[in-house]
């Protein structure tokens, strides 16, 4: 019913804290750059590394490209009208205590699944980023 509030909710925050770090990491880059600190900010030539606001990117994607999708399912099948209370469960009180319910469990449980998923995906980012570190420069480890 509105298991999708969940992942955007947390879609939201995820996307707002992005843009702070996102802000942050390109004041850090300019600082370095006026010090004359250029090697923290360039990566040697052949060298992989993705920043991490970057890598929120990714965890951003996937939680509104759910929510959507979510949001479009249960629009496609009623729970969901265009007009107010948008949610068709919250005009009956017995049917807004089950969607709380659903919010509680299902959405929660999607939001902490595509996050668990987004970690998987940050081991194996790094995992790639240190081999291909390794083979462009093999001195260095």
Do not use: Q, Y
């Not at 965890?59 to 509104?64: G, I, K, P, T």
């Amino acid at each position: 019913m509105a298991c999708f509030i969940v992942p955007a909710a947390e879609a939201v925050i995820v996307t707002a804290a992005r843009k702070v770090i996102e802000r942050k990491e390109k004041k850090e880059n300019l600082l370095s750059v006026e010090e004359g600190n250029t090697t923290e900010v360039a990566l040697e030539e052949g060298h992989v590394e993705h920043n991490f606001s970057h890598k929120m990117k990714w965890l951003s994607n996937l939680l509104w490209g759910g929510s959507v999708l979510l949001a479009f399912e249960h629009f496609w099948h009623g729970e969901i009208s265009l007009f107010a209370p948008f949610l068709t469960a919250a005009s009956n009180a017995a049917d807004t205590k089950v969607m709380l319910n659903e919010m509680a469990t299902v959405g929660t449980s999607m939001a902490v699944l595509i996050t668990a998923t987004w970690g998987v995906m940050l081991g194996v980012s790094k995992a790639l980023e240190n081999k291909a570190n390794k083979e462009a420069d093999p001195e260095e480890v």
